[in-house]
């Protein structure tokens, strides 16, 4: 379980423990993640890599600051590091998400489509302060707009969201919006709302025999989308 947050124009902060989230939330780790203007919780569904080791527990990210929260599996992670020759971090089959579009972001948001299995995930980049990048191609993902208090919210499913909403911090406020993103799509997020949409499809075939199945865990996101 952890939280990535914005921390001024280039920095991002990770907080992580390997434990479930019902043990870290009542630790002091989340109350060493200000509110800030992005930020990214996680609890992770183990299926690759030994959640007791960090570097497998997302959020994830690159020594190029590109930050990761993937649900989903990917299924030939090893043949597309073996392609690129991209060195592994950890053992986790998200990290090849990271590898693909650390360099080119936005531009290189349609390699992704290399990858086989399903992906709803999220990034953050240190070095494009105020954008977020949400992909769903085989995974739900829904999102919850806040006109009132003008910020959007994400989870991997809408229950989650429409829970939230029942919360104190959105009572009484009629100006929420929750819709799911439709499936094979990229959304770039910045300041000034939604930047750009593009197509991208992860096929669902496999390359490989794979022991671990298909799994969905809650995420969510939060920013001010005003000028």
């Not at 080791?53 to 992670?77: A, F, M, Q, R, T």
């Not at 949400?134 to 993902?141: A, H, K, M, Q, T």
């Not at 969201?161 to 029942?166: G, P, Y």
Request: glycine share 6%; net charge neutral; aromatic share 6%.
């Amino acid at each position: 379980t952890a939280i990535a947050r914005t921390i001024g124009k280039n920095n991002i902060e990770v907080i992580k423990s390997p434990n479930k989230a019902s043990v870290f939330v009542k630790t002091e780790l989340p109350e060493k993640a200000e509110l800030s203007k992005c930020m990214i919780m996680h609890t992770r569904a183990a299926t690759q890599g030994l959640a007791k080791d960090n570097n497998n527990n997302h959020p994830i990210y690159s020594k190029e600051g590109v930050v990761l929260v993937h649900n989903g599996i990917i299924n030939n992670d090893d043949v597309l590091f073996a392609k690129h020759s991209f060195v592994r971090d950890g053992l986790v089959d998200s990290e090849i998400i990271l590898h693909l579009v650390k360099k080119g972001w936005w531009k290189d948001i349609k390699k992704l489509e290399e990858l086989r299995g399903s992906c709803a995930c999220a990034l953050l980049n240190s070095g494009k302060p105020g954008e977020l990048i949400l992909v769903r191609s085989g995974n739900p993902l829904s999102v919850l707009v806040d006109k009132e208090r003008d910020m959007i919210f994400f989870a991997s499913t809408r229950s989650a969201l429409e829970s939230a909403v029942k919360r104190p911090f959105h009572r009484g406020f009629s100006t929420l919006m929750i819709e799911e993103v439709e499936d094979d799509l990229a959304l770039l997020i910045t300041n000034k709302g939604l930047e750009d949409i593009e197509e991208v499809t992860v096929s669902s075939s496999y390359v490989y025999k794979s022991n671990y199945p298909s799994y969905c865990s809650s995420s969510k996101f939060t920013t001010n989308i005003g000028g």
